[in-house]
């Protein structure tokens, strides 16, 4: 594979499979045709303000001009926008029968944060896996088995992006976020059992 083009926003990602000694890159968002491919050099930082990812550029001596770096105030107040809402741990009241308060305070700061996210490119990112799976498992508790059956497809098509080259990062990832699905299932599953009470709780 020859060396690919860099954005802070890119459509492509690349990861080492260990058995088979090589590097895969997969898309990571739907690329049209005659659409360059680009990867990030800095996977982890990538939400970064516009002056840090410059920085941590500098080694590769080159400066970026993709979209997000040329128009750094729109897309860091964007980033900014979605680690609010994508926070994973949030303190929500749960308001009797009243089962509004999970589309309230659960599937709609999910649904925030994709849009936001879609909006800046950043489909690569970790989070907008972990909301496709949030998603689920909402819908999920509400018995909703249409919109969680397509947000679990949506879920799994992102692990195989995101996640399926086999090495032990990816492996650790894996084990991480079983452990959030876990502990949040559990969380809900304590929640039902008090059906028709309110009360605040830590999800």
Known sequence: MTV???SCRPNALQDWD???FSLQLRASRDIKKDEEIFISYIPAGIMDPAPTRQERLEPYRFKCNCQACSNPIVSDERCRKIEE?????RTIEVNGNDMGWVQEQLINPSLECMKLMEEEGLQCE???????????????????????TKWRRMYDASCQVQCSARNPM????????????????EVLAKI????????VVEL
Do not use: C, H, M, W
């Open 4 to 6: 690919s083009l860099y």
């Open 18 to 20: 260990s058995p088979s």
């Open 85 to 89: 809402v994508g926070v994973l741990r």
């Open 126 to 148: 970790e989070l907008y896996r972990v909301s496709l799976l949030r998603l689920a498992e909402n819908y999920s508790f509400l018995g909703d088995t249409v919109e969680e």
């Open 170 to 185: 990816n492996e650790a990832t894996r084990i991480k976020e079983e452990t959030e699905r876990r502990a949040q299932k």
């Open 192 to 199: 039902s059992a008090k059906k028709g009470q309110s009360f």
